[in-house]
């Protein structure tokens, strides 16, 4: 993990210094941060490693501007969103969200949302999950970005402003936005459950 | 909270119950890796004062320029008249020669 123990300022002298073992502490430090925003912000048909080997080569092609304005870990983890973002981007169509494309568990999930017949039970979670995130792929990166920071990882609008570096009334503007696309979403599929 | 509200809610709650216990520790050879790649590329450069104004003196010079044209609009104008009036001029000169 990120902890404080670490020596940055020691590490990154050493890396500028082209050490290649400071490199390979620092990468392998990072790691843990770098993938866990990779698995959070993943785009379909793109590997968590190849991923997470092009954040930290960004990191390193960048490592000159970094001002020490903002602690380490928060400059890699804010290239690390961007990077995601990028890469949601270049995919550009996101497929029909349709029931079919559902799993037994992730279908039966949002039923009992939709209808709310009965309670959830702690298995459901894992299906939950899943579903969620097929939810959020419907929707545009940057507002997708907002709703898992904000709804899935519950931090604060100034936290997300933090990370991502977008103000914090465009993130509520997103935030917004991303949340009357999902309430589409689920009143289709209610209609089309319905017919 | 309107029905969607409740909806999203509740389906959040119980996805925030899956915990990721995938592995978070960097796969062997990795860091290695990354590292070895990241010996051969430049590091790039810090960003010169130049860079990091050039925004800022764009906006600045576009303002410049707005406001240079609002106060000459007037003169501008009344320029242009004048032309039309000396075209308007030259085309009567023309027809009485004729």
Redesign the interface.
């Known amino acids: 993990m990120a902890d404080d123990s670490f020596d940055f300022a020691g590490c990154l002298e050493r890396v500028r210094q082209r050490d290649q073992s400071a490199s390979r502490q620092l990468v392998e430090h990072l790691y843990p941060l770098v993938i866990r925003i990779v698995r959070s912000h993943l785009p379909r048909r793109v590997a968590e490693e190849d991923l997470a080997q092009d954040i930290f080569l960004k990191m390193f092609t960048r490592l000159a501007q970094y001002q020490g304005n903002v602690p380490f870990p928060h400059w890699v983890s804010r290239i690390a969103v961007t990077t995601c973002i990028d890469q949601l981007r270049a995919q550009k169509r996101r497929p029909e969200f349709r029931w079919a494309d559902l799993s037994e568990n992730e279908a039966e999930v949002l039923d009992n949302v939709l209808t709310d017949e009965r309670d959830t039970t702690p298995g459901d979670a894992l299906a939950a999950r899943e579903l969620v995130h097929k939810l959020l792929d419907q929707l545009k990166p940057d507002d997708r970005l907002v709703i898992q920071l904000l709804d899935l990882e519950q931090k604060t609008i100034a936290e997300i402003s933090a990370r991502t570096g977008w103000n914090q009334t465009l993130v509520k503007v997103r935030a917004f936005r991303a949340r009357r696309k999902l309430q589409k979403l689920f009143q289709d599929l209610q209609n089309k459950e319905k017919s | 909270m309107n029905q969607?509200d409740?909806?999203?809610r509740?389906?959040?709650a119980?996805?925030?119950?899956?915990e990721?216990s995938?592995d978070?520790?960097?796969?062997y050879g990795?860091?290695?890796?990354?590292?070895?790649?990241?010996?051969t590329?430049?590091?790039?450069?810090?960003?010169v004062p130049v860079e990091k104004f050039a925004l800022r003196a764009l906006l600045v010079a576009a303002a410049f320029g707005v406001a240079a044209i609002a106060v000459n609009f007037t003169t501008f104008v009344t320029s242009t008249q004048t032309d039309a009036y000396v075209a308007a001029d030259v085309v009567g000169d023309l027809l009485d020669l004729s």
Do not use: S
């Open positions: 969607f409740h909806q999203w509740k389906l959040i119980l996805a925030r119950q899956a990721d995938r978070a520790t960097a796969p990795f860091g290695t890796r990354v590292a070895a790649c990241a010996g590329m430049p590091f790039g450069r810090a960003a």
